[in-house]
């Protein structure tokens, strides 16, 4: 007796939104239910996490392709110049726009200073169905150019170059991005047929991942949740979502018109080059700016979710745009 089609649809409609409804669920339970400081501190628990998902990435990964250099060099500098030159520049001119000032404006800022987030953008670039080989160079790329453009910008936008440490941010790309997907690749080349048949597990494992990774960041900030006042929120949320929303945009206009990128590749483009990260801009933070603006974590943490929450959504949709394109392809 087959499944009946109401119940098929609600299945569909629940996996297009799965990571949608992950994310509320870390939140909530970040907040009301975190884990124990303890726990967070005495273990590793963020690396692993994300070793998994590039590990995935690894094992689906087929280089073929790669040797197209000009195409990535073009791809790399067009995310340069939105994920590290107008993303900064435009969320200093949204503190005056949105009146955001002193630690307000000074950690709104400080997050869009990084160029791409290690943590999310993969994992979100993989939901979306995007190009794994251009997702992972691109990801390079701008971490890369992170190096260098995280103390200029944060001299340029908010004054003073902060001390950011050249090995912390490769030792990140090493340990989080060459070495994981080295195993994976490992793992295709021992086991040729092991990418068909874990096809369905790399496709939940980010996702399971990923909501995992909200739900330890919001517990490590749990404390601080519950200080934020619902003014507080709504006078960071809405900077954040449009600036956010501003730079998706943006992302998405330059790789399907001026780059003429293909759909997985503008997909892989549109999130590596607009998450930006929470871990990296909390470290920063702790060791910068915690003393003397101690508030100024609160915004990093209300864009982050943010930005989360809106492309859970847009991923949902362009899930369901795929199912609706597929279903008129099969007719």
């Known amino acids: 007796m087959g499944i009946p089609t109401e119940f098929q649809r609600i299945l569909q409609l629940g996996n297009r939104n799965l990571l949608l409804f992950g994310v509320f669920i870390a939140i909530a339970f970040g907040v009301r239910l975190p884990l124990s400081q303890e726990m967070l501190t005495s273990y590793p628990l ?12 690894g094992l689906n990964m087929n280089f073929g392709q790669a040797g197209q250099l000009r195409k990535y060099l073009k791809i ?37 200073c990084f160029p791409n987030s290690l943590e999310a953008a993969m994992a979100m670039t993989m939901s979306a169905d995007g190009d794994r080989i251009t997702a992972v160079v691109l990801l390079i790329g701008l971490s890369l150019v992170g190096i260098v453009s995280i103390p200029l910008n944060i001299f340029i936008w908010i004054g003073g170059a902060q001390g950011v440490s050249a090995t912390m941010i490769l030792a990140k790309i090493f340990g989080y991005v060459f070495l994981p997907i080295f195993v994976g690749q490992i793992l ?4 040729p047929t092991l990418p068909d048949k874990t096809k369905e597990l790399s496709h939940y494992v ?23 006042q619902l003014g507080d929120i709504v006078h960071t949320f809405f900077p954040s979502a449009t600036l956010h929303i501003v730079m998706l945009i943006l992302a998405l206009f330059t790789g399907k018109f001026l780059l003429k990128l293909n759909r997985k590749d ?32 609160f915004p990093i943490l209300v864009f982050y979710i943010g930005q989360m929450i809106i492309d859970s959504f847009i991923i949902s949709r362009l899930k369901l745009q ?7 392809s099969a007719a």
Request: charged share 10%; hydrophobic share 50%; glycine share 2%.
């Open 46 to 57: 963020t690396t692993p996490l994300v070793a998994l998902i590039f590990i995935a990435q």
């Open 76 to 112: 790399i500098l067009a995310g340069t110049v939105i994920a590290v030159i107008a993303y900064p520049a435009m969320a200093s001119g949204f503190t005056k726009l949105f009146a955001l000032t002193d630690d307000f404006a000074l950690g709104f800022i400080l997050i869009c």
């Open 206 to 228: 980010p996702i399971l991942c990923l909501t995992v990774l909200v739900y330890i960041s919001c517990s490590r900030e749990a404390d601080l949740f519950h200080q934020l």
């Open 266 to 297: 503008n997909r892989s483009f549109i999130f590596i080059t607009s998450e930006k990260p929470m871990s990296l801009s909390v470290a920063l933070w702790s060791v910068t700016y915690a003393s003397s603006h101690p508030t100024s974590i």
């Open 322 to 328: 795929d199912c609706l394109n597929n279903e008129k």
């Open 188 to 191: 295709r080349r021992t086991f």
